[in-house]
Structures are given as C-alpha cells and as structure tokens.
C-alpha cells in the first residue's frame, strides 16, 4: 500500500481541526460517561522514546490513542508530523517495515521535524520486533517517537523487553486494564472521589483512615457497587448500561465481546471448543483451589498442560486471573500447589455465565471474592509496578486457608472475604497468622487494629489501582 492509501486514517492531515471528524473521537465525545485515562496525562513523547500500550480488546486502546493524538495537534504539532495506522491488514513485519519507512519518506519530502507514529494492534503481525530493531538500529527513528498497541499483553510485553536499550530515556510499557471500582466511582460519581482520599499503603492505619472518609457516602457507594457488578469496568459496557437508564446491558455488546475472547484464542491456534469447556469449569470452580490434572478432568480435556497452556492464554488476554498459594518463607507463588481461577472482570464473568448457563447478573460470594482479589493485586502491584499481578497477590492454606495474601515490599497483608451479614470470631482466624489484615464484609464495620472488617464497597472505593 501507498503511505496515501493511509491519509483516510489520517483525517487530520487535512487540517488540525479535522481530528474531530475522526471516527473514534467522535464516538468518545459522544459518550455520556468518558473516561480519562490517567496515561494520557504520563506518557512523555520525545523523539527518540518508544512506549507500548498494551490491554484486552474493546478498552478503548484506539481511542487513547486518538485522544494522545489531539492532544499532540492541539499543542502544536504539524499535522503531518503524526502517522497513525492499524496493523490489521499488514502481513509481517516486512510490509510494517516499508509503512513506516514509505511514512518517514513522505514525511522528508514535507519536511517535517520531530515526527509520532502510532502503529495500533501490532501485535497481530509476526516478528514485528525484528523491524522496530532494524529501524531502530539504522537510526532511522531518531527523530520519531513510536507508540505501539497490542491485544495479545504477552507478545507486546516480550517485544519491549527485546529492545534494551532502544526504547529511549522515557521509553515505557503501559498497561490499559479495565476501570478498577474506584475509578467507576471517579468516572459516575466525581463528587464522591473529591470527598474522599485513596487508601495510600496496604496497612490498616491507611485502609482506616480511608474508609472513615467514604463511610459518609456509604448509600451511594453501595448503589454504585452493586451496578459496577453487572456493568464490569469496561467503558463501552458501563455507557450501555447506563444509556436511557435502563441499567441492562444490550445482547450486541455481550456478543461483540465474545467475539473478542474467541477470535483472539482462535488467532493465536487454540480450539473454541477446548476454550469453552475452560471458561465453564472456571465459573463453577471460581474461587477454589484446585490442581490443573482436577481442573482437566473436571472440563472433560485430557491434558493437565492444555489446562495449563489455555488458562496461561486466558490471563494474558485478562479474561483469567489465576491465584498461587504462596511460599511463606520465600514470599513467592508456589507452582506446584492447587491454584484458584478466578475471573479479570466482573462483566466477562456475567457475560460467560449468561453463555453457559443463561443466568443473568447475580451478586454471589464468589464473584465478589473474584473482584477483591483482582482489586488488592492491582493495588498491591502499585509498590512494585513491575512485577506481575500474581508476584505480588496468593492465597494461603495451613489448617485455615486465607483468600489474599498481598506482598508489599517484603510485608505481608492478609484480606478475607466474608460477604455475609454478621461477621463471629471464627472469621478472624485466617488473618491471625499475619500482623495486619482485613475482613470485606457485606455490611459489617469495625476498625480495631490490627484487623479490620469493613463493607466490601466502601473498601474498594478506597483500594485504587493507579
């Protein structure tokens, strides 16, 4: 293709203001409830930086990008200083390699200064490393910042770490993960998060501090709790759920986003069959430890590593988050022990559980297990902002199990989900092997140290990822 054949990706090529044309801008400023990402506001572009921006499909990567993109114009960049395309129709990294050098030519020939190219889902083309390192290493970047986005987490996170020393001093890795419960309380309700101050550290002193703030809007936070539930934090599904009030999530969105799990799974050569008989243990077994040989059996497939192999996939894309029981003594997961399934986001957990057994949106233990889990690793993670989300979040099973266990420089933090109406003195017995710790409950509060029962809404409103 022609860099021309690209000018309709590029509307504002014709002129700054035509950015507003754009296809996703558009339906961005259409939208009731928009979400700011806080990576807009981060990301440093120089000449000579390359970032990636990696998140399951259907979060709003493209539209972060168009919003970075405005933003750029609107600052005053040269309009044809910026080159945005998809990679969806691009082979292999031979005909990436002639975009981007068919786009730096054209670039020359307007001379142009200081240029941003944005290459969106890269990570659908094979050995798109091989080219961004070539182009690198001929210096033909060094006047380009390079932003790359990619639906399959893994390979975008792999290809980053293939380019030591080439991604520049700001050069970044981003993760766009679905909206945390905090943040749908920042993005529905704006005037509750300037009420109330984030938990600063996984300690009971902070999480008290926290909560007594948000307990004045405890109504509130539980209303907008159980909707966060049913709508998960993915902005389309929370705009849908909203439109006209109706508070349903319309068919077309569930099975837009069905599509996404089984056609990326199906892309990267798995079996739509082996996918489905995984997702459907996983919602009966969500929150129960258990060996990938059970697990195989129970789903009816014969291998322990095609288990393995499908749920590491499933992670990746965060559809699953799997949880390790940790080794005590060397603070770390151990492998070899049961692990526990649980699901990334409440809305893909209503959307499988409508699939398989045609129940809609209901308010289980379980579930709200699955987002205090989610919730506490993303938290915990703040601390150590490399590691992954199960390096810093387990389980833990002596005579008692204990449902999180959070690592935060070298501390243990224990939480225990009782969703339930009265909390006894028995609940507390698998937080007394650590120092500090927490019971989300479903409306119990007391804030004793050195353990904590607070009502799982407002412990989460308190509990953010970013």
């Known amino acids: 293709m022609k860099i021309t054949d690209y000018a309709i990706q590029n509307v504002w090529w014709q002129g700054k203001v035509y950015i507003n044309e754009d296809r996703h801008i558009n339906s961005y400023l259409a939208k009731k409830y928009r979400w700011h990402s806080p990576i807009q506001d981060t990301i440093k572009l120089d000449p000579g930086n390359i970032f990636t921006i990696r998140g399951p499909r259907q979060i709003g990567k493209t539209t972060l990008v168009k919003l970075i993109i405005k933003s750029l114009l609107e600052d005053g960049a040269d309009e044809k200083a910026v080159f945005y395309a998809t990679c969806d129709v691009i082979i292999d990294h031979i005909e990436l390699l002639e975009l981007v050098r068919g786009y730096l030519e054209f670039a020359d020939s307007n001379n ?4 941003f190219i944005f290459l969106d889902e890269i990570s659908g083309i094979g050995n798109w490393q091989k080219a961004i390192k070539l182009l690198v290493d001929s210096g033909e970047l060094d006047d380009t910042c390079l932003v790359l986005t990619g639906s399959h987490t893994l390979d975008i996170k792999y290809g980053f770490e293939r380019l030591p020393g080439r991604t520049g ?20 309700r704006p005037d509750i998060t300037e009420s109330i101050k984030p938990a ?9 501090e926290a909560v007594n703030m948000a307990v004045p809007f405890d109504r509130e936070l539980k209303v907008l709790f159980n909707q966060y539930l049913a709508s998960g934090g993915f902005p389309l599904a929370i705009n849908e759920f909203y439109e006209e009030n109706m508070n349903t999530i319309p068919e077309y969105i569930y099975e837009l986003y069905t599509r996404w799990v089984v056609g990326d799974i199906a892309k ?6 082996i996918l489905k008989r995984m997702v459907r243990t996983a919602i009966r077994k969500q929150g129960t430890a258990i060996s990938w040989d059970s697990f195989a059996k129970d789903a009816g497939i014969k291998s322990h590593k095609t288990v393995s192999v499908y749920a590491e996939d499933l992670e990746n894309m965060f559809v699953f988050f799997v949880l390790y029981q940790i080794d005590l003594h060397k603070k770390a997961p151990n492998y070899n022990k049961n692990k526990k399934v649980y699901f990334f986001d409440p809305f893909i957990y209503s959307m499988f559980n409508r699939m398989f057994y045609f129940k809609d949106a209901e308010i289980t233990p379980a579930l709200i297990e699955s987002v205090a889990v989610v919730h506490f690793a993303r938290f915990a993670q703040k601390s150590i902002p490399y590691a992954k989300l199960n390096d810093v979040a387990f389980y833990w099973k002596n005579r008692k199990e204990t449902d999180i266990v959070l ?21 507390f017995a698998p937080l007394h092997h650590f120092k500090g710790g927490v019971i989300a409950s479903k409306s119990s509060l007391k804030l004793d140290e050195p353990y904590l029962v607070v ?12």
Do not use: C
Not at 170 to 187: C, K, Q, W
Not at 409 to 427: C, G, P, R, S
Not at 457 to 464: E, F, K, N, P, S
């Open 112 to 115: 142009i200064r200081g240029k």
């Open 200 to 208: 600063s550290a996984l300690s009971t002193r902070s999480i008290s």
């Open 268 to 273: 990267w050569g798995r079996q739509e069959k």
């Open 407 to 427: 690592l935060t420089k070298n501390k243990l933090f224990a939480v225990e989900v009782k969703y339930q109406e009265k909390i006894t003195k028995d609940d």
């Open 455 to 466: 009502p799982v809404h407002l412990l989460l409103a308190v509990v953010t990822s970013g």
């Open 169 to 188: 001093r700001y050069g970044t890795d981003y993760l766009l993960l679905p909206l945390a419960f905090s943040e749908f309380v920042s993005l529905m």
